[in-house]
């Protein structure tokens, strides 16, 4: 389950994609399936949460691993690549995944 806190140590990978508004829901099933039959078996992982943006341009997965070595494992594995080759040729353009750390939460 995700849980976003500044003290709970895990690498945060925040990746936009960005496509035609007629390809949004497409990719969100391929990152699914992407999650559900590979990624979601990794060493390391915690969860996965995959917005789309209302306008239909840009996909949002925001993801927890363990540790940045986890995430970057992943890309080692021969059984992602088709994954995100599948996703990146719906993207108009490249991607923007980074890692990032929580250093501030607020709820009311």
Request: with cysteine.
């Amino acid at each position: 389950m995700t849980e976003i806190n500044k003290d709970k140590t895990v690498a945060t990978l925040i990746n936009v994609f960005f496509v035609e508004p007629e390809n949004q829901q497409k990719l969100v099933e391929v990152l699914i399936e992407a999650t559900d039959k590979v990624i979601r078996n990794q060493k390391g992982f915690v969860s996965v949460n995959i917005h789309k943006s209302l306008d239909g341009k840009r996909v949002i997965n925001y993801a927890q691993w363990k540790t940045r070595e986890d995430f970057e494992a992943i890309f080692k594995n021969p059984d992602v690549a088709p994954h995100m080759q599948k996703a990146l040729e719906l993207c108009i353009e490249k991607n923007d995944g980074r890692l990032y750390e929580v250093v501030h939460t607020d709820t009311k």
